[in-house]
Every structure is written in structure tokens, then in C-alpha cells.
């Protein structure tokens, strides 16, 4: 990559050459971790970062974006992605490792699911009688319980920030032939998603938002709507038709992705990483500690480590 990573690797090569013990080496560069903007994925940034320190390394915690980080983690900007749900970023995640750089480190323990749903009181209210079969969104009456203000008398899909999957949602609209009743908004940050739950509840209105499966919503009463059913290629990003992308998401992995000299630079870390592997309570819990209980991401962490210091310490082993 650039310059003052050859220069440094240098640097490190004359300490090595003077008989410096490779803990000098993996203090030397540190290992670097994506930051993105929902809550599980930070805090297991942290738990990871915590983990890694304790081992004698040094972390950087990197702000990043969605998509783009397959391609940093591809370069060796960044070392890995550690939450890489399959519906919204096996595309960047496989164009990394199609170019060389990028490699698969294994899954997490469970089965992902992102889609657009609703929480559990619009349904009890009657707001679109048929819920959660997609087909309930056809009908006007269902679709006016839904307008706000932004959707110009419209019902509103609150999406999750467009950088997470650009334009899957409006299509999916159009490809199901309701954009005439429905329109889609993103949402800023996972935050403002859950804003929405409480603003809509006050308002007595509908809501229908982007979500996803574990979350901390798990235990707070939230219902996937159901669309036809997902197929690999289905999706108009994926070469599909307007005929076929109106599908649902797929019930996906949960991957973690490395870059491809990371077991070399740093072989105990790497190790501790493929070993790590998350099940989706555990994962609902990472969320749970910020979005319900409050802790900062760093508190979530170290929370989370001393409820599970000994899964911990054998993956460290
Ligand atoms: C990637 N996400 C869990 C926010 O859908």
C-alpha cells in the first residue's frame, strides 16, 4: 500500500535482525478493527480489541463503512470484518476474495435474518389487517395507517442507513408493485430505527422499518413480514428482473472475514479469531448491554467478556 507502511515494515525487519522477540513485531502494528454503526458490531469490535490487548497486542478501532471495508479488509488496511451478515454484504464480501486478499475465517454460530417487519403492537392494533404476509400492503387502508409526514401520502419503509444496501429496498417495492402505495426513507443510523419504534408508538401511527435477527428486538416483541421467497440471484443487484426482485431476504451465515496475510502478522490473534465464533443470544446480549441497558460500547464489552471469561479464555488457548 502506501509508503510509510514499507518504511515501517523496515523498521521492523532491522529489529527483528537485532534479535528482537516478536512481541516487538506485533506491537509494531497494531491490529485494526472496523467500527460501524450498530450496536453489536461495536461492541464486538471492543470485545475483540479487549481480548487482543490482553494478549500483548495493540488495536486501532478504525471508523468504517459497510461495503467498503471488504475492500480495505482486501489491502490490509483494516485486518478483519468480524460481522459480515450474508444479505447485505456477501457482494462486496465475494468481489474482495474474487481480487485477491480477502479470506473467509469462518462463521459466527447462528442463522441471520434481515428484512423489513414491524413490532408486535401494529399487528394487535389491526393497523394492516393480513400482516405479516406482505400481501396485506396492497391494500390502501393499510398503506394510509403508515404515511408521515416525509412520504408525501404514502406508508413509509423506514430503511437502515443507504449505505447498507443501497437500493434493495426501493426496488423490492417496485418489483412487488406497491411503490404506488409505499415509499422508502433510510434512516441515519441504527439509532434513529429505534427512535422510530418509540415515535410511532406515541403517534398511534404504523411503522414498518428495517431489522434484523439476533437483535435486542428479539425479546421485545418484533415480526418479520413475509415475501416471496429468497433465491440466490433473485435480487436486480444479484441479476435478477423486475419479476423476481420483489423476493425476501435470505435466512444467511454471520462470516468473518481476514486479510489474507493477518494469520502471518499476527498468528495468535488469528487464531483466537477463527476460533471465535458467536451464537445468536450472545450476540442479542452485545446489543442488549447498549440499546437497553445503556452501557457505552466499551462498557457492553468488558460486561460481556466477564459473563463468558471462560468460552473466552479456551478460544485464547
Ligand atoms: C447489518 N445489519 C445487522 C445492520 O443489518
Known sequence: MTKSKTLKGLAVGALLAFGASSQVAQAADPIRIPILNWSSQIVMAHVMAQVFEEMGHKVELVPSESASRYEAVRIGDLHVAHETWESTMALPFYDAMDKGGLIDAGSHNLITFEEMGVPNWVIEQGLCPGLPNWEA?????????????????????????????????????????????????????????????????????????????????????????????????????????????????????????????????????????????????????????????????????????????????????
Open 137 to 317: 400492503l396492497k391494500s390502501p387502508e393499510c398503506a394510509k395507517n403508515f404515511a408521515t409526514a416525509d412520504s408525501g401520502g404514502k406508508g413509509r419503509w423506514l430503511e437502515g442507513p443507504v449505505e447498507w444496501h443501497g437500493d434493495v429496498m426501493p426496488n423490492r417495492l417496485k418489483g412487488l408493485g406497491i411503490d404506488d402505495l409505499w415509499t422508502v426513507k433510510f434512516a441515519g443510523s441504527a439509532n434513529a430505527l429505534w427512535a422510530e419504534l418509540d415515535a410511532a408508538k406515541k403517534e398511534g401511527r404504523g411503522t414498518v422499518i428495517f431489522n434484523w435477527s439476533p437483535n435486542f428486538t428479539d425479546a421485545a416483541g418484533f415480526t418479520f413480514i413475509e415475501f416471496p421467497p429468497y433465491y440466490e440471484g433473485c435480487r436486480i443487484e444479484n441479476g435478477g428482473t423486475w419479476e423476481t426482485t420483489g423476493c425476501g431476504s435470505p435466512k444467511g451465515w454471520l462470516k468473518k472475514a481476514a486479510h489474507i496475510k493477518f494469520p502471518l502478522s499476527h498468528p495468535d490473534a488469528y487464531k483466537f479469531y477463527t476460533k471465535m465464533s458467536f451464537n445468536a443470544p450472545q450476540i442479542g446480549e452485545m446489543a442488549d448491554n447498549v440499546d437497553s441497558k445503556g452501557m457505552t460500547h466499551a462498557e457492553a464489552a468488558a460486561a460481556f467478556i466477564a459473563n463468558h471469561r471462560a468460552q473466552i479464555d479456551l478460544w485464547k488457548n
